[in-house]
């Protein structure tokens, strides 16, 4: 086993590996294809994520492959929030945030052609709207208009001042309500501490969006004021002709609930025509519809329909929508249960921009397919869909679609991320594309091996119900004999509606590579494998979940060389809530346990999570927004958790929270850490301040990870 000062090391190494965050092809057509990317690595020194750009130059081989024929040194970028480029690919739009002079927010929105800076407006001094959104997968948008001379962004909705009763400088203004338009450029009294809802965990600061306008030419901004008052808008689009915008209206009434992994919310597409000055919905207002995305020639656009209320992630629905008939079609269905290893169904959040052929025919986008992450090629016409081979096997994504030409990322759990570029074939041929590296991608980590094992429930584990569901899950190991430490981390994902796919990841490359073993269990619940798995959880969770986990441990420990005395646990939020019911389920099965943000006691979450449904849900209880957890529902959701377990834990377990969670409340740890430690359980209890759901705050990220790997060498025998 590796000493801490070493993995530190280790640690210090694969931190430095970059990942793409987006690639794109350059609209501005010339010989070669040229791909703009950027790049994040975790800067341990400056202790923050730093972003660089590299562009490649690729020209077309006989074969449809691609040989590179120039990539650009990395430039580091400096606080760009948005670029995007225009249609023609003759101008570029940038969101800049600056610290200004007083050390306040200052955001400028950059026009820029291919010389210089035509616009630099300081928006926020503007005081037309609150501060730009940045890309959250939701409400952030910013689009050129097909004419090249407007911007459209999302903002948030710019508050009046909110002054005190016992202001004299404005004793003037009155508090009378039919006043309050008059005032409202002098400023509203009494509102200066009224609660303004947020959408929760991820989206701090996101209260109500609007929909903002620049004319790249005057500098003017106007607000779009015909947005349902009922709905907070984003995916914002130009519709046909720059008509009018289409978005994604999500219902923010009667309250907010979180948004971010939760594709069950109240939201539909709308289209707001400017000449008439309305605003329709597109489909069905009660659905749960998103992320609309027109064809090149504009006739239609695809969007994602999934199931209002119910699990927070689950197999959506592509639809299609037809601007000239004004109907929808159904393009690829929900899946309830696949055949053998067929199509799953579609498992994203939303549709990435640019995903349509030339042809107007196909679309290219992301999925599941049971335990990798998977390119589709879906033909909207006759509904085929095409899963593109990976380039090494393991994970490949979609990055961006432009002109039939592919950018795509691609990992798996030895290699690090890489971009590839690689030609649509015809329709029928996509499966003989050829994918062309752009960049030699970081080494191979010939140490590690990989696989992914299917499991099959025992006979009294079969869902009475789905009883053919079975799941799987990534397994990595040292290659070498020499180097494995036979020990083994069972390692459960969150959700419980997610799943791990074989990417690449910081953390399992780390245990590999410091002699531990990784199993990565989709238990049934996960996506990728048919919603009838999703929903086989649902009244489940605490045990048909956690004994999945522990029969994919049994299995593995009986099959690889892993010593049965040495097996760790670790897991966040869900995957926490199941790392605390295997130990106190299984108390001599394992020797260490970590959880992060963990679900320790869902009654008493209900009340302070972002997503009081999930509570309900998970727990196979109806969920309304004016549902209350009552003595009955809090009796069930009590039984369903772990620490209904904590007087047969033995384990010693370390507790890792984020100050800022707004999805599971940092008092759920604390409840587990006071109840261990009444009964002398070693706990330990680290709190890093600034992180949220996730940890991932460069400096926390790395420190958890030591103490993660100290708490589990220190208790398991050498
Ligand atoms: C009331 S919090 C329930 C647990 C939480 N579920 C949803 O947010 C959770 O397990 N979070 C996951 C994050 C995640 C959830 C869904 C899809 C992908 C990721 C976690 O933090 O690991």
Same mark, same amino acid.
């Given at each position: 086993m590796k000493k801490v000062a070493e993995v530190v090391e280790l640690y210090r190494k694969l931190a430095r590996i970059p990942q793409p965050s987006w690639a794109r092809i350059s609209k501005s057509l010339g010989s070669c294809a040229v791909v703009n990317s950027v790049w994040t690595y975790r800067d341990l020194?400056?202790?923050?994520?730093?972003?660089?750009? /590299? %562009?490649?130059?690729?020209?077309? +081989? @006989?074969?449809?492959?691609? #040989?590179?024929? $120039?990539?650009?040194?990395?430039?580091?970028?400096?606080?760009?929030?948005?670029?995007?480029?225009?249609?023609?690919?003759?101008?570029?739009?940038?969101?800049?945030?600056? +610290?200004?002079? /007083?050390? #306040?927010?200052?955001? $400028?929105?950059?026009?820029?052609?291919?010389?210089?800076?035509?616009?630099?407006? *300081?928006?926020?001094?503007?005081?037309?709207?609150?501060?730009?959104?940045?890309?959250?997968?939701?409400?952030?948008?910013?689009?050129?208009?097909?004419?090249?001379?407007?911007?459209?962004?999302?903002?948030?909705?710019?508050?009046?001042?909110?002054? @005190?009763?016992?202001?004299?400088?404005?004793? *003037?203004?009155k508090e009378d309500e039919t006043k309050k338009d008059e005032t409202k450029e002098k400023g509203v009294k009494g509102e200066e501490y009224v609660m303004k809802e947020e959408w929760g965990e991820g989206m701090v600061g996101k209260h109500h969006p609007v929909i903002c306008i620049l004319d790249v030419d005057t500098g003017d901004i106007r607000i779009l004021d015909n947005v349902p008052d009922h709905v907070s808008p984003g995916h914002v689009v130009w519709a046909p002709d720059d008509s009018g915008v289409v978005f994604t209206g999500w219902c923010h009434e009667p309250y907010r609930l979180g948004v971010i992994y939760c594709i069950n919310r109240q939201s539909a597409v709308y289209y707001l025509d400017f000449q008439k000055a309305t605003c329709e919905a597109l489909t069905d207002p009660d659905g749960a519809a998103r992320c609309p995305v027109f064809s090149p020639d504009d006739s239609s656009f695809v969007f994602l329909q =999934?199931?209002?209320?119910?699990?927070?992630?689950?197999? @959506?629905?592509?639809?299609?929508?037809?601007?000239?008939?004004?109907?929808?079609?159904?393009?690829?269905?929900?899946?309830? %249960?696949?055949?053998?290893?067929?199509?799953?169904?579609?498992?994203?959040? %939303?549709?990435?921009?640019?995903?349509?052929? %030339?042809?107007?025919?196909?679309?290219?986008?992301?999925?599941?397919?049971? =335990?990798?992450?998977?390119?589709l090629v879906i033909n909207t016409e006759t509904k085929a869909v095409i899963r593109l081979p990976s380039d090494c096997g393991g994970d490949i994504s979609v990055c961006h679609v432009w002109n039939d030409v592919i950018i795509a990322t691609c990992s798996a759990p030895n290699q690090p991320h890489y971009l590839v570029i690689g030609q649509l074939p015809a329709e029928g041929q996509e499966f003989n594309i050829q994918w062309s590296p752009l960049d030699s991608p970081s080494a191979l980590f010939g140490d590690i091996l990989w696989k992914i094992l299917v499991h099959r429930p025992t006979k009294e584990r079969i869902h009475p119900k789905y009883d053919t569901l079975d799941y799987e899950s990534v397994f990595i190991k040292p290659s070498n004999a020499e180097q494995s430490s036979r020990s083994l981390v069972v390692f459960p994902h969150g959700g419980p509606h997610s799943v791990f796919t074989t990417e690449f990841m910081l953390y399992a490359a780390l245990f590999c590579?410091?002699?531990?073993?990784?199993?990565?269990?989709?238990?049934?619940? =996960?996506?990728?494998?048919?919603?009838? =798995?999703?929903? @086989?959880?649902?009244?489940?969770?605490?045990?048909?979940?956690?004994?999945?986990?522990?029969?994919?441990?049994?299995?593995?420990?009986?099959?690889?060389?892993?010593?049965?005395?040495?097996?760790?646990?670790?897991?966040?939020?869900?995957?926490? $809530?199941?790392?605390?019911?295997?130990?106190?389920?299984?108390?001599?099965f394992y020797k260490a346990a970590v959880c992060r943000n963990p679900v320790i006691n869902i009654a008493s979450m209900s009340g302070s999570t972002d997503i009081c449904d999930w509570n309900f849900t998970e727990c196979g209880l109806e969920f309304e927004y004016k549902s209350l957890a009552d003595g009955n529902s809090m009796s069930i959701m009590w039984s369903k958790s772990p620490l209904q377990y904590v007087d047969k834990i033995q384990t010693p377990v370390m507790l890792m929270i984020g100050l800022d969670d707004r999805r599971v409340p940092p008092k759920q740890s604390y409840e587990l850490y006071k109840a261990l430690k009444a009964r002398k359980v070693p706990v330990r209890y680290i709190a890093y301040p600034d992180n949220g759901h996730p940890i991932v705050k460069v400096d926390s990220e790395a420190d958890a990870f030591i103490n993660i790997y100290k708490w589990f060498t220190d208790y398991l025998p050498q």
């Open positions: 020194e400056r202790a923050d994520k730093v972003q660089f750009a /590299k %562009t490649y130059c690729a020209n077309k +081989t @006989s074969e449809a492959k691609y #040989e590179v024929t $120039f990539t650009s040194r990395p430039q580091e970028l400096a606080n760009e929030q948005w670029n995007v480029e225009s249609p023609s690919g003759n101008l570029r739009a940038i969101v800049r945030k600056i +610290t200004g002079k /007083k050390n #306040e927010e200052k955001q $400028f929105v950059e026009i820029w052609n291919g010389s210089q800076k035509l616009q630099n407006i *300081d928006v926020l001094s503007l005081e037309k709207h609150g501060k730009i959104y940045d890309n959250d997968g939701y409400f952030g948008s910013v689009e050129w208009s097909h004419s090249e001379g407007h911007l459209l962004y999302v903002a948030e909705l710019k508050y009046p001042k909110a002054i @005190s009763f016992f202001e004299k400088k404005h004793a *003037d203004v =999934s199931n209002r209320k119910g699990p927070h992630n689950h197999c @959506s629905c592509l639809c299609k929508y037809d601007w000239q008939k004004k109907e929808s079609t159904v393009v690829c269905d929900i899946v309830g %249960t696949p055949k053998q290893n067929g199509f799953p169904g579609v498992y994203e959040v %939303t549709i990435p921009r640019d995903c349509w052929s %030339t042809d107007n025919k196909r679309i290219v986008i992301g999925s599941l397919w049971r =335990s990798q992450a998977v390119i590579q410091s002699g531990f073993s990784v199993l990565m269990v989709n238990y049934r619940g =996960s996506v990728g494998f048919g919603n009838d =798995s999703v929903f @086989s959880l649902l009244g489940n969770v605490g045990d048909q979940d956690v004994k999945d986990v522990q029969a994919a441990a049994e299995e593995v420990i009986s099959k690889e060389d892993i010593d049965p005395n040495k097996v760790v646990i670790w897991g966040g939020s869900h995957g926490g $809530f199941l790392t605390a019911h295997l130990i106190g389920q299984y108390p001599s």
